[in-house]
């Protein structure tokens, strides 16, 4: 029998388009570093990114990355109910049926689906 060559992908973290590949150093004092640092934590921007903006900018652009808490409130609950529905789903595509309690809790789960979209959308309101 002949064996194919099948090349399999590394997986891992895609490529990007643009490759920062140029490093560039510089010399401060520990009373500057901090200085830059407390700036750049102010503007919710990694170092490099802080310097990349004033130096090609001239200025920073200061945004907010960091999510409302009723978003990741959100988020964290919507997590927990994909974990709980996965393993329901995983038990009925096998050969098992769902029990009657297992049931019961799909039936709350669902309650609370749609009492979290109805937050949402207040939310978004």
Do not use: W
Not at 4 to 10: A, L, M, T
Not at 69 to 90: D, G, P
């Amino acid at each position: 029998m002949e064996k194919q060559n099948v090349i399999k992908s590394k997986g891992g973290r895609p490529k990007k388009t643009i490759k920062r590949e140029q490093l560039m150093a510089l010399k401060c004092t520990s009373y500057e570093r901090k200085v830059i640092e407390t700036r750049a934590k102010s503007a919710n921007l990694s170092v490099s990114e802080y310097l990349r903006e004033l130096g090609l900018t001239g200025k920073i652009d200061s945004r907010n990355k960091a999510l409302p808490k009723e978003v990741l409130s959100f988020t964290a609950t919507l997590n927990h109910m994909a974990a709980n529905l996965n393993q329901i789903a995983r038990k009925r595509n096998g050969t098992d049926e769902l029990s009657p309690l297992e049931r019961a809790g799909l039936k709350v789960q669902s309650g609370q689906v749609k009492e979290l979209a109805i937050e949402i959308k207040n939310y978004l309101r």
